[in-house]
Every structure is written in C-alpha cells, then in structure tokens.
C-alpha cells in the first residue's frame, strides 16, 4: 500500500511541475517552444501562470489536493464539506495562492473568509453563483475539482463507494455543480480501485465510468444544474479515441482536438482518462501525454500522474523525480505516504470493531 500511495502523490505532484512549464500552449506550441516532446522539469516561460517558478515546483493542481491530506491527517479528521472548507482556506495561507486560484476557487475562499468575518462561517453553504456564472467555461474548474479528488482514492483503497462518497462532500465544497461532482467522482473511484493489487487499466477504467455515473446522478438531485456536457459521455468518447490502433501522441492529438484538453472538467477528467489507456497505464509515458497534450496540461498530468503512480507505484516514476519535487517544494512525501497508511490501518480497525 505504501508504495502505490507514495507512486499517486510522487506521480501526481511530478505531472503537475512538469505540466507548469507548458500549459496554456497548443500541442505544437509546445514543441516550438521547448525543441520537442516535453519529457522533463522546465522553468515556466514568462507567458504561463507559472511565471516566476523553478523547474519542479508545483502549482494548485497538486498543493490543494496537498494541503486538503495534510489537513486531515493533522485533524485526525474525515473528508467532509467542512474540513475541504477548512483546508481551502489553510491553502489561501501559502505562496501559491495569489499567482493560482482560479476564478472558482478564489470566489469560494473570498466567501468563506467574508462569512467568518461576519460569524456565519459556513453559512452560504456553497452558493457560488448562478447559472450563468455556473454555465461560464472557465467556473467549471478541472483544477478545483478533478485534482483535489485523488486523495479520496487513495484514502479509501478498494473501497470505491465510501470514496465517492467523501468526494461528493468535498467537492460541495468549492464546486456545487452536478458535473464537477461527476468528473471528481470519476478520478477518485478509479484511483481507489487502482489501490487493489493486480489491477488493470480496464478496471481502474471501468471504476472512473461508474464514479462518473453515480456523481451525476446524485449531483442531480443535490447540485447546481446547468447546460453542459456529460463528463461519462465524454468519457465514453475518449475511451473509443484512445482503443484506435496508433502512436500513443497520434491519439493524443486527437483527443486534443476532439475533446479538447481545457478547463472544462468534461475536457480534462475524459481526455486524462483517453492518455492513461493510450499508454496502457504506464506511469512516466501517461504524466508525458498530460504534460503535452496543451492548455491545462498541470490538472492533466496531475491526473494521469495519480491514476498511473497508484496503479503502478513509487517504483515506476523516473529516478531521481522524487527528489527534485521534495527540494523544490519542502515537501516530505515518503513520510506523507507513511502517515496515510497509518491513517488507513487505523480507520480500517476502528470499522472492524
């Protein structure tokens, strides 16, 4: 178990800093720009919203799902709308918050604080926006919601209802939309499964598509709804672009320009879903489709990063990436690691007795 938790948060973080350098560009843009394929640590250019940063740093894509572990580890807490809150509002504390909250999760933050202020903490209870900020393409956050989702799945190994569950709490947290729950949904029942020994990529698959399906439905009856696309039905089309016969960067061209790679979380979650197949799982060759893949390459990668890094664990990421990550950022994730499974051994005791 250790190893396959220390693989998702290594492999998520890596995808992340690695992404950093090259998001908002095009596909070609990033060849243009970096002389070819992307397949190690760059320093932002001055035109991403990584400017500033050294190469293997990491962005919101991996610190909010970063803090939100720490968060509850500290706590000895659940994964609820609450402590998510509460961790959102500790990650507002750090450097990364200025130069990475999007519009959604900076309005969340913004509002939180305001009801502190005024003694009704928690009173707004997610009331974001209406449908037209809602329906806005930039609102429906890949970062906010997607990224943060894959420590459920790691918390809760195999046991992907209780990890859907938790996610759908936590993401009412900052995204109160029926397709945010259905696409984080997603990414945490497909990391729980990825948890298991002897897995394969079409179950950890197969998980994402029912986490989609079950986040759906009850975000119809819990959330906000607006006019958008179906994050399963896109899904469904990734996988169908990802089985063609071809090179992994042939089809991730495609799903580029099919399904596109924006912020959009019915772009993000399917096409890090279409990479993920497309390179049978493997871990580093699944963060290098995100990371160059173009536009929101850091939530992309993070994704694949996690999905991958849990199937395959801490042996599978490239030697010495650990490292770069933990210097860079002051992060202990061998350690993190340790504290989950200690976390994970407890509370599968606690529901034992």
């Not at 042939?250 to 580029?256: D, G, P, R, T, V």
């Not at 096409?271 to 799982?281: K, P, Q, R, Y």
């Amino acid at each position: 178990m250790y190893n396959k938790i220390l693989g998702a948060l290594v492999g998520a973080a890596v995808g992340d800093a690695m992404g950093a350098a090259t998001e908002l560009r095009s596909f070609n843009q990033i060849r243009e720009s970096f002389g070819g394929k992307v397949v190690d640590f760059h320093t932002p250019p001055n035109d991403t919203p990584a400017k500033g940063r050294v190469a293997g740093q990491v962005t919101d894509a991996f610190s909010i799902p970063y803090i939100l572990i720490k968060y509850i580890l500290k706590t000895n807490g659940s994964f609820t709308t609450e402590s998510a809150q509460k961790a959102l509002i500790e990650w507002s504390t750090y450097e990364w918050f200025e130069p990475f909250a999007g519009m959604t999760t900076r309005k969340v933050i913004n509002r939180i604080t305001a009801s502190k202020e005024n003694n009704t903490y928690w009173a707004y209870a997610g009331h974001l926006g209406n449908k037209l900020f809602k329906g806005h393409y930039y609102a429906m956050s890949s970062n906010g919601a997607a990224c943060k989702a894959f420590p459920m799945g790691l918390f809760n190994p195999g046991d992907i209802d209780k990890a859907i569950y938790e996610t759908i709490a936590v993401t009412m947290s900052s995204h109160d939309d029926k397709y945010s729950i259905s696409g984080a949904c997603a990414v945490a029942a497909a990391v729980s499964k990825a948890m298991e020994e002897k897995v394969t990529v079409y179950d950890i698959v197969q998980a994402g598509f029912y986490g989609a399906k079950i986040g759906e439905e009850r975000g119809n009856e819990i959330a906000l709804n607006y006019p958008g696309p179906s994050v399963q039905k896109r899904m469904d089309m990734a996988v169908n672009i990802a089985m063609k016969a071809g090179e992994p960067d042939k089809i991730m061209e495609n799903l580029a320009e099919t399904i596109g790679s924006g912020p959009a979380i019915a772009e993000t979650v399917p096409v890090a879903f279409g990479l993920f197949i497309a390179n049978n799982g493997e871990t580093m060759p699944s963060i290098y489709g995100g990371v160059n893949i173009g536009d929101e390459t850091s939530a992309i990668a993070t994704i694949t990063g996690a999905l991958s890094g849990a199937c395959n664990g801490i042996d599978s990421i490239a030697n010495g990436y650990q490292k770069i990550i933990e210097e860079k950022n002051e992060m202990d994730l061998s350690k993190l690691s340790e504290e989950i499974c200690k976390y994970i051994e407890k509370d599968l005791m606690d529901r034992r007795k």
